[in-house]
């Protein structure tokens, strides 16, 4: 597993520290990895490619369009499958099927 994911364009190739991550997001076929100094970087790579090159102790898909940095929830809002708070200040949905995982990660 690589430190680093590389997001390549027509003129450059960007690369972003796995350690810098703190979601990403599946936006109509493309994600967006959300950094955590508050940049956005777009990728067309699936969401699911990307999250197989994440360490599974650390990032977390609570959503069908969300992986989150464990390490950068703030707070988490209960609910039918609840919303988390992260070190950003934005909110992600968990999904109903997804809350028991999360909750199981959230808590060990």
Do not use: C, W
Not at 12 to 17: H, L, Q, S
Not at 21 to 48: A, F
């Amino acid at each position: 597993m690589k430190g680093f994911i590389e997001i390549a364009d027509n003129r450059k190739v960007i690369v972003i520290p796995i350690s810098d991550i703190s979601r990403l997001e599946s936006q109509d076929g493309y994600t967006i990895i959300h950094t955590k100094s508050r940049q956005q970087h777009v990728s067309t790579k699936h969401l699911k490619e990307i999250e197989k090159k994440l360490d599974p102790k650390i990032f977390h898909r609570v959503h069908k369009s969300h992986v989150i940095n464990m390490q950068e929830v703030r707070t988490y809002e209960k609910g039918n499958g609840g919303y988390v708070t992260m070190s950003d200040g934005s909110i992600v949905a968990v999904s109903r099927r997804k809350k028991a995982d999360f909750l199981r990660e959230l808590i060990s």
